[in-house]
């Protein structure tokens, strides 16, 4: 089994400001950042205690509420999620439908630019939806029946660079509600497809039938830019939102904790889809060729048998390991330690002899660092003691890049480690806390994660004549490049 659910939320709640990369409106206070109208969206989005009260009303002057996401984003080359709370009050007619998604403001012509899920009556049921830029209709998928009335979750992820899109639909208000079913789509690549606002709207059409619906918690997130992110777990799985195996059910949100516990078990398989997992799509694939930091904090629980292996680590497109830390207790009298596998997975290096096992109850910080430039890979540990974590050792190896093989890193999280053909049924249990994954620096052309005059002068030697300073992934270095490395310039990177 495999379930794409979109994140939870590491958002800002956002109040009028202009939203970032990754926000959740609330509606608590009024529309918030969904303040732009088209036509009649002033009157037919309304704000009602804590809620947008929406009338859909399909015709030529459909109207729209939106707020503008910061940029134009190409959504074939992209991976986005939105999720939202709804609960479908009337409608009119048959025929009767309203989008929940990703528009442009470009047009106020709803048979073009748009992508979401469609509220659609008689039957009642959610469908993924939309046009493309020159207009013709995304073709019908997979749809999801509702009841009027009901209130429900919908997670959608939109999978651009895959041509996937697929929305899980659970009856409440959450994803911890229960779990009825999804809808699915294909998208086209060969039809431009380019959003750069979210919001409700109504599909062109005659007759204005309508149907009401009240949605809140509008959530949205996109492929970031420069940065990185750090999960909390203070109201749920946040990023860490795609499961593999039974990573659904033995990773889990602990709502008195505010962590994930984790419940690794030793299986008898070799295939990765069947290994639990729970992870976050990093929204982009970066090939190993730069510098990459995770770090997560972690307490273990509880053990059956004598060796089980959680892991945490990076993950290639197929969710085939490509640098991981493993924590382990392995045999009487348990030594316990971490192992860490070089990006061309042909050797692994272990940190068990000589070092400080872990004890039950006690909290550890683990950062790792991989420098694909410089080929090592080293991990800092630390303990937590009187609420701050002190430094207890670290560990560094060097790997050959000769043989290695060329993999992207697309997927950070916490998983069953691999190759686990014995000692079966064995487990062990953790709390996970604070991960977090910096990504790549593509400014920082010395490796250094600073941002500053040597940078500038790598992509001034290169300029037109090479791609020794590409930054923006073109292929070559040009004005494009110098412009990104400036708008950074003097920074460090995350």
């Excluded at 005059?453 to 270095?477: E, H, P, R, S």
């Amino acid at each position: 089994m495999r379930r794409f659910i979109a994140g939870l939320g590491l958002g800002l709640i956002c109040c009028g400001s202009a939203p970032g990369y990754d926000w959740t409106e609330t509606f608590n206070e009024n529309v918030g950042a969904l303040s732009l109208t088209i036509g009649p969206g002033d009157t037919r989005f309304v704000w009602e205690s804590g809620h947008i009260h929406c009338t859909f009303v399909r015709g030529a002057d459909a109207g729209r509420r939106y707020a503008l996401l910061g940029k134009e984003i190409n959504v074939h080359e992209s991976v986005l999620n939105f999720e939202f709370v709804v609960t479908p009050v009337d409608s009119s007619a048959d025929g009767t439908a309203g989008l929940i998604g990703y528009l442009n403001s470009a047009t106020d012509n709803n048979d073009q630019s748009r992508i979401g899920v469609k509220i659609g009556a008689f039957p009642l049921q959610f469908e993924i939806n939309g046009t493309y830029d020159a207009g013709g209709p995304i073709e019908n998928g997979v749809i999801q029946p509702i009841q009027m009335g009901h209130t429900y979750f919908v997670a959608v992820h939109i999978d651009g660079p895959q041509h996937t899109v697929i929305a899980d639909v659970y009856e409440g208000t959450d994803a911890d509600g229960t779990y009825i079913g999804s809808a699915s789509n294909n998208i086209d690549p060969a039809f431009p497809l380019n959003v750069n606002s979210i919001g409700f709207t109504a599909p062109a059409g005659s007759g204005n039938p309508s149907i009401t619906a009240d949605v809140d918690d509008l959530h949205w997130q996109s492929d970031l830019p420069i940065g990185s992110f750090t999960e909390t777990f203070d109201d749920g799985v946040g990023r860490l939102n795609t499961t593999t195996g039974d990573g659904d059910q033995l990773i889990v949100y602990d709502s008195s904790s505010h962590r994930l516990l984790g419940t690794f078990i030793r299986r008898d398989s070799d295939d990765v889809m069947e290994h639990d997992a729970r992870l976050s799509h990093l929204g982009n694939s970066y090939a190993l060729d730069g510098r990459f930091q995770f770090s997560f904090d972690w307490t273990p629980l509880s053990q059956v048998g004598d060796y089980a292996r959680p892991a945490v680590g990076l993950l290639d497109n197929t969710l085939y390991p490509a640098a991981e830390i493993w924590i382990a207790h392995t045999d009487a009298p348990f030594v316990r330690g971490y192992g860490i596998v070089a990006p061309d997975y042909s050797r692994r290096d272990t940190a068990d002899l000589g070092f400080p096992g872990w004890e039950f109850g006690e909290t550890y910080r683990v950062i790792c660092t991989l420098d694909a430039t410089n080929e090592t890979v080293e991990f800092e540990h630390y303990r937590l003691v009187d609420e701050e974590f002190a430094f207890e050792y670290n560990f560094e190896f060097s790997y050959s890049g000769n043989d290695s093989i060329a993999r992207d890193v697309t997927w950070f999280g916490t998983y069953n480690s691999l190759d686990e053909d014995d000692h079966i049924g064995n487990q062990l249990t953790i709390g996970l806390d604070n991960m977090r994954f910096n990504q790549p620096c593509p400014w920082d052309l010395t490796g250094d994660w600073i941002i500053n005059q040597a940078d500038l002068g790598v992509l001034l030697a290169w300029y037109g004549i090479g791609d020794g300073g590409d930054v923006d992934g073109d292929g070559d270095t040009d004005q494009s490049d110098l412009g990104g490395l400036l708008s950074y310039y003097g920074e460090q990177c995350p």
